[in-house]
């Protein structure tokens, strides 16, 4: 089992940038795909971005292709997203998540594929 904890949400401008990170517990944290996935009120949770176990690969929405990276660092059982050039429409809580599954189209950018879930950082754009 796995604990995460996200950090680095907050308050910035259109055109801004923010790094998230996923803290995670246990000493397992290289064996599980890690994801992104964000939320607003009455939508359904969205998938943002993915990597697989060791970094090898990663995987992107199409709406935050060329402005988010994801990155981890198993030494420190951490994963980040850097997200630049924001926008109003990224605002949204994000959640990272975790699965032991193998990273197949079915399984990396759908949220019920995930077993573990942070509880959530805000991220908030203005115009």
């Known amino acids: 089992q796995v604990q995460l904890v996200e950090s680095g949400g907050g308050l910035v401008q259109a055109g801004g940038s923010l790094r998230l990170s996923c803290a995670a517990s246990?000493?397992?944290?290289?064996?599980?795909?890690m994801g992104w996935f964000r939320q607003t009120p009455g939508k359904e949770r969205e998938f943002v971005a993915a990597i697989t176990r060791i970094g090898g690969s990663t995987y992107y929405a199409d709406s935050v292709k060329g402005r988010f990276t994801i990155s981890r660092d198993n030494a420190k059982n951490t994963v980040y997203l850097q997200m630049n050039s924001l926008k109003p429409e990224d605002t949204a809580v994000y959640y990272c998540?975790?699965?032991?599954?193998?990273?197949?189209?079915?399984?990396?950018?759908?949220?019920?594929?995930?077993?573990?879930w942070g509880q959530g950082t805000q991220v908030t754009v203005s115009s």
């Open positions: 246990g000493r397992t944290f290289s064996t599980y795909t």
């Open positions: 998540a975790a699965t032991l599954r193998s990273p197949s189209a079915d399984v990396i950018d759908t949220p019920r594929r995930y077993d573990y």
